[in-house]
């Protein structure tokens, strides 16, 4: 029998011996690789924290101490070893497993997460209110190396160190250096420190010297003496200059090595950083050789790792144009939060390599760096999920549009996005774009309006820009042009206004009323801030109906401005209906089934200018 079949909960993995924990290893990896090969999901970073993940499990209780995950893409392993193995093969379908930790889903997932560097500050909270309830357990923020890169953490970590609470972080440094090599003294000494020994000496030697002033001095003085000599021996200082202590670098694939770091570490009762090296990828050679292409991967060969080749996207188009725009233009520059693949902006920084700039998981101060670009005349364009750049919106405010400034923002992945669930859906640009003063938006359908919006925004707009659109392919429409607005079908029942891919629907679903004898008229938008109410008010004039389809929340939507205008405009409509995502979140399944369950795919539309009709 297996050990893995063996594992119901985090109890039966404290009870393994150590040749079992090492089959255990290799199982989990097997059973992550052969599940996410089907399903999609993050590989190369579960495969490296899968050694930190069980010795985790060896040391704590995570039904009771609190695991916050940062992002949560190395939360698989942990995930299996709590109960829900059964239901692995269900990860980020809809209805299954969320690919990120989710307190609805098990009392072992402390927080929700999804976006980066926000986990030692969740921690830090916890931790606080521990102390005040007078509890008493383990709190740990798991984090990687990347989310170092996002200023927050040391926000956090700057008041973890003033605040000498009892929290955990881990540091899964798995892909940048953090620490020079120090050689084989720094490591000795390193491993000296967590040894229980040393731990039980320091405290008795506290202890003895804590009795008299004279004592107390002798411990201040050999406690800077001390620090000097580990300052020239040993890495990452940085951490204990903020109060915290610091032990490792400690091999992130031996078990035995991490469970006594781990138990170091939560006997210690102070702040302390736990750096684990680790190996993204680990144990399935192809993913360590290219850990980037399997860090968020859809269905795959398990066994060569062969990934089938990538249908043209919005992102690849933009990427691809973005390079044709800047060979003409070289005050073109590009700009990424750590998300050079993902926006498709790999060639470029090959191409100009000294007008790209990725800038870490830091989107506040990309979009402040690019509003310092665009007051000295250059044209930065920042390509951001839309989920991320929810993190800019006071640089948008403050930096960007207060002085009218020329940036542009590629909003990549705007709308559902699918497997990835609540986190990672961009469904609220449309809202908060609209408030920016000066903000101009296009919303193109198509990979041809991509192009012409996108050179319009650079080469033609003077102020604040932003062009969003979704993840993936495009569908039937395939037309061009940065127009405002375009009618594509005239009719006299109803004005049925939408933008985006959605158009795509909007179509379907006309043509299917159509042998119904009901006549819609379908305006597309090409630009949803400022909206081009003229036309479409127009066109409601004419219908005496509105409905307006749209992939955002509720609140502020492009379908309650519009509303709005009519009746400020004084403008009778019979019906007004407003077909979009409401005030919740949305779950995770793919793109069509999310629409389906939110009633604005071809169907919903139909349905609902049916029922308008009927009350009419």
Request: hydrophobic share 40%; proline share 4%.
């Amino acid at each position: 029998m297996a050990v893995l079949d063996q594992i119901r909960s985090p109890e039966d993995v404290k009870a393994l011996d150590e040749a079992q924990l090492e089959t255990l290893c290799a199982e989990l990896r097997d059973f992550i690789t052969e599940n996410v090969a089907k399903t999609g999901g993050h590989l190369a970073s579960n495969l490296g924290a899968v050694e930190l993940t069980v010795a985790i499990h060896r040391v704590f209780d995570t039904a009771v101490d609190r695991l916050v995950f940062d992002v949560g893409h190395q939360s698989y392993v942990h995930k299996i070893l709590t109960g829900r193995a059964d239901r692995f093969d269900t990860l980020r379908t809809f209805g299954g497993l969320s690919g990120f930790p989710k307190p609805k889903e098990s009392v072992h997932d402390a927080f929700i997460a999804g976006h980066a560097s926000n986990s030692i500050s969740v921690a830090l909270g916890m931790a606080r209110a521990r102390t005040i309830r007078g509890e008493n357990h383990d709190v740990i923020a798991l984090l990687g190396d990347g989310a170092l890169t996002g200023g927050l953490a040391y926000e956090a970590l700057n008041d973890v160190g003033e605040s000498q609470e009892k929290l955990i972080v881990l540091l899964n440094d798995n892909e940048m250096s953090i620490a020079k090599n120090v050689g084989g003294m720094a490591r000795h000494l390193a491993v000296q420190r967590l040894s229980p020994r040393y731990l039980r000496a320091k405290r008795l030697y506290r202890r003895l010297t804590d009795k008299t002033w004279l004592g107390r001095s002798l411990y201040k003085l050999t406690h800077r003496i001390k620090r000097k000599i580990r300052r020239n021996l040993l890495p990452c200082s940085v951490f204990e200059d903020m109060g915290l202590q610091y032990a490792g670098p400690v091999d992130g694939h031996n078990i035995r090595r991490l469970t006594e770091a781990l138990t170091w570490a939560k006997n210690l009762g102070e702040p302390v950083v736990v750096h684990v090296v680790t190996k993204k990828g680990k144990g399935k050679p192809y993913a360590e050789e290219n850990p980037g292409a399997y860090h968020g991967v859809s269905a795959f060969d398990p066994r060569t790792g062969e990934i089938p080749p990538e249908k043209e996207s919005f992102s690849g188009v933009f990427g691809k144009e973005l390079c044709r725009l800047a060979a003409a233009n070289d005050a073109i520059c590009a700009i990424t939060a750590a998300m050079a693949d993902g926006t498709g902006l790999t060639a470029f920084s090959n191409l100009y390599p000294d007008r790209f700039f990725d800038v870490g998981i830091a989107e506040e101060h990309a979009a402040s760096m690019a509003a310092g670009m665009a007051a000295a005349g250059l044209v930065p364009v920042f390509a951001v999920y839309s989920t991320f750049l929810q993190r800019s919106y006071d640089m948008l405010l403050h930096d960007v549009a207060i002085s009218g400034l020329h940036g542009v923002f590629a909003v990549d992945r705007a709308g559902l996005v699918g497997a990835d669930g609540e986190t990672h859906h961009g469904i609220f640009d449309v809202a908060y774009l609209s408030t920016v003063p000066g903000m101009k938006v296009y919303a193109p359908a198509s990979f041809q309006e991509l192009r012409d919006m996108l050179a319009a925004a650079v080469n033609q707009e003077t102020g604040p820009v932003a062009v969003r659109y979704p993840r993936g392919e495009e569908g039937a429409y395939r037309d061009g042009g940065a127009q405002a607005v375009k009618c594509l079908r005239e009719g006299r029942d109803m004005t049925l206004v939408t933008y985006g891919v959605n158009v795509n629907d909007a179509l379907e679903a006309a043509e299917n009323l159509k042998k119904e004898n009901v006549s819609l008229e379908v305006l597309k938008l090409g630009v949803i801030n400022p909206l081009p109410l003229e036309p479409v008010l127009a066109s409601v004039k004419k219908t005496g109906r509105l409905l307006v389809v749209e992939e955002c929340v509720a609140q502020n939507c492009v379908g309650q401005r519009i509303a709005a205008a009519l009746i400020c405009g004084g403008i009778p409509a019979g019906s007004v209906r407003l077909l979009n995502l409401g005030d919740g979140y949305v779950t995770h399944g793919t793109v069509q089934q999310l629409r389906q369950l939110c009633g604005i795919d071809a169907a919903g539309v139909q349905r609902a200018v049916m029922e308008e009709l009927g009350n009419g």
